[in-house]
């Protein structure tokens, strides 16, 4: 099982959360990644997600989700990756079984009836849905005080995997950080491959610290 972050897209070309430059240094997370804030100003929120849409339209996978992609490929056993990423290089660069437990740029949903569509490549805040007529489209998105998706597959995923591998996030953020407990608890061996060591490193077993698009081939090609 491996969890990926932010960090394997940085060599792509799209910026981090929270580094020195990164997207929450520019924007306040309270008015772009929560309901209160798409509340308040639901034109901010949609210019911000259309930047981030554009960026990841125009951005290619790296190595690292090349990799990814062939060892799922490759691999006789069950294999799964849960992406907090919203971006879709996952897909384009060939992964099949992903979960995007922060929903995806290039979907929306309505705020109503929970709908989802495919995104067009700029959204607008007076977009209704055509599913229930009722309801706006709102970013496919998981804010700040919302329940990430998918979490009855992972939390399954999670208690019966034997090795779960971490790329590029900084374990900050919950439920996410967690996961490596639950992995470890379960009898995984848990592997962390980061720039640096996260927030949660103590819970792993093995550090690889170093550029995604080298160090992820690199341990790939060891267990493969
Ligand atoms: P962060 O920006 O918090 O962390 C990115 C991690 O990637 C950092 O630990 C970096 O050191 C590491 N990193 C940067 N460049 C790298 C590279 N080339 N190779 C390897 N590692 C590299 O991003 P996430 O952990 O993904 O949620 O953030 C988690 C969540 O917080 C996001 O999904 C988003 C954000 O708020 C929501 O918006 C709900």
Redo the contacts with the bound molecule.
């Keep these: 099982m491996v969890l990926?972050?932010?960090?394997?897209s940085?060599?792509s070309g799209l910026r981090?959360?929270?580094?020195v430059e990164?997207?929450?240094e520019d924007h306040r997370?309270e008015d772009v990644?929560t309901p209160e804030g798409y509340q308040r100003d639901r034109q901010l929120v949609h210019d911000f997600y259309n930047q981030r849409r554009a960026a990841a339209a125009a951005a290619k996978p790296n190595a690292?989700h090349l990799a990814l992609a062939e060892f799922e490929a490759a691999f006789a056993g069950e294999f799964l990756l849960v992406t907090?990423?919203?971006d879709d290089l996952h897909a384009r660069a060939g992964s099949k079984r992903v979960l995007a437990m922060?929903g995806q740029l290039n979907r929306m949903h309505c705020d109503n009836c929970g709908q989802v569509t495919d995104a067009p490549p700029v959204c607008r805040p007076d977009m209704r849905c055509q599913h229930c007529q009722a309801g706006l489209l709102r970013p496919h998105?998981?804010?700040?005080g919302e329940m990430?998706l998918f979490m009855e597959e992972i939390s399954a995923a999670l208690a019966d995997c034997n090795l779960f591998i971490a790329?590029?996030?900084?374990?900050?953020?919950y439920p996410?950080a967690g996961f490596v407990r639950i992995a470890a608890a379960a009898g995984a061996h848990c592997i962390e491959?980061?720039?640096?060591a996260?927030a949660v490193a103590a819970g792993f077993d093995e550090q690889r610290l170093?550029?995604?698009?080298e160090?992820v081939p690199q341990i790939l090609a060891e267990i493969a």
């Design positions: 990926t972050g932010a960090g394997i940085a060599e981090t959360f929270r580094a990164g997207l929450w997370i990644a690292a907090q990423n919203v922060h998105v998981v804010w700040f990430p790329i590029g996030t900084s374990g900050q953020v996410a491959a980061n720039l640096e996260s170093g550029l995604a698009t160090i």
